[in-house]
């Protein structure tokens, strides 16, 4: 492939490959300094060489890209703060739920649940010693109190506590993806537990945080409803912990997520706006320069403002470099653009590989800037409005093409008017951004008219409004669409051979893309081969039983007679999807179960049992049943204990000591997940 030609793409597919390494293999870090430092030697003897016989040599290549390898494993080992000898995970115990006294400063604001306010915290001290790390705050939401801002500092005397692991299969693993942010533990406080403490200290995410509290509070005297605010700080300020659910669903449902998160076309407007504001400058001595340093300067002032995101921080670097290209008169390869963007970023940021926005919006852009001019010249309309909404349509395919694959893995949907949603919002986004950025500037300035305020309400609930009616339009939305990571290598494959064999047709691209659809179809056969035929699940969920049975292709779900909830309908969901199922029913739950050729008992809050009928191989005890589980066991004689999410916990705590003690195997499902029987 000729993209592979441009040496930056060789080294960051290469520093990929390390961090890939790096990341799923623990290398220590002073084994890799001294490969890396071993060669370097031989980097620098083979450059002499080959410098002086004026020759390209394949050993130069290999150790540079082995090098680059090295340097990515590295990098993931270097910025993983758990090698730190500081960080606060060396001065605690939690097994033991120890309590120490914990000073931690506020680094940003999340999105609160139903009953906390949520917070990630930088940790600064563990008792008198001075630590580094990172942890989730929650805090029970009070009335009487308002939330915490960026920057304060608190003291308090709690423990940290284990993130939730993922308790059941299917489910989004919150854990990995919080040790992605170098985030191990949580902790859990009220109001009248956290001490605040007085300081001028002030952090880049403080100083942002304060900026976007006064944009906010010169907004707020204004007559924007809660939506239309909710909007400008999506969009402008990258905060959008204020959408509610039911807008933030519209857009997903829609296809016009990317409209609500800051990326690549936002700031690519904002350049082109910069870029005409700044026109005059050229005129001066060195106003080039001068105009370039402004506008990359603004980008990342507006970066930091926005919280410095893994999408704004990609797209930013991104057109800073273009910006770099464009105003120094230098032509620039949008592959390596991309490229040395990507391989900036991974530098300083490795685990942003792993950033679902990160690789959305790098896929994105890949799939435009390779598609989009074969897509376009299709057609060329000479009508200018035509001409505008025809590149917008290939633009969107092509990007659609580029995420379809890891967008469905990711969230197992597919919006069927993806191109309906971009087709009338991104030909206007520019004058709403633009329009978005006057209001903020006059509000500021005290000097926002009431028309104005009208205009761009209108405007927005306009665009709220479209996104809500596409959303509705259930037909055209694909939902719980079953997708493997083998299915997205076999797509991407597939999309590739395609396309280059439309783009050019000859008998290699032709086995190319015959190869790829033989992969799809062994992926789907392996995939089939691997689903469970018969399983039995005991499910974990708080305060309630939930059983499942699979047979073929079939599930059903036993839970008490009351309706179920919505998040007993995501775990079913998911355990639905990944196993790639097909027909759900429902009943109500028994005592017995026959599993295989074993049996399962279940002992309720009755606490009712019948010892001489027969000796059941499990137990599942569900609601608290007021039994002694001693006499239980020497009577019955079970392989195995199991507790659900039902039970009190502190009858749990008993039964496991009761099981200890008697070398029964208990498994408790608020720790060990999901009991899972296959037969």
Known sequence: MKILNFSIIKLTLCLIIGILIGYF????????SYVLGFLTLIFTAIYIISRKQFIKTIEFGAITFIMMVCIGMLTVNFHDQKNHSTHYTNFISIEKDSIVKITFRIRDVLKPSFYDHKY???????????????SILNVKKDSLNKPFSVDEIFI???????VFPLLNPGQFNYKLYLEKQYIYHQLFLTNKEAFKVNTTQKTVFGIANKVREHLNLKLNPYSFNPDVLAIINAILLGQRQNLSEDVYSNYANAGAIHILAISGLHIGIILLFLKTFFKPIERLKHGLYIKTILIVLILWCFAIIAGLSASVTRAVTMFSIVAIGMHLKRPTNIYNTLAISMF??????????????????????????????YLYKLWIPKNKLIKTYWHTLTVTISAQLGIIPISIYYFHQFPGLFFVSNLLIIPVLGFILGLGILVIILAVLNALPAILVDTFTLLIDLMNATVAWISQQETFLFKNIPFSFLFVIASYIFIISSVRYCIKRSYKRLLWLLISIIMGQSVLIYTRLQSPKNQFVIFHKNRNSLLGTVHGKNLSITQPIDSITENENRIITDYFVKNHLKKLQKDSISQVYLIGNKTLLVIDSLGVYHAKTFKPNYILLRNSPKINLSRLIETLNPEMIIADGSNYKTYVERWKKTCLKTKIPFHQTSEKGAFIINY
């Open 156 to 162: 308090t005397k709690t423990d940290f506590k284990k």
């Open 120 to 134: 990630i915290v930088d940790i600064l001290n563990v008792d008198d010693t001075i630590v580094s790390g990172k």
């Open 25 to 32: 293999f623990d290398v220590p870090i002073m084994h890799l």
């Open 344 to 373: 900036v970023l991974l530098l300083f940021k490795p685990l942003f590989l792993f950033d679902v926005g990160f690789q959305l919006s790098y896929l994105a852009v890949f799939g435009i800037v390779s598609l989009d001019p």
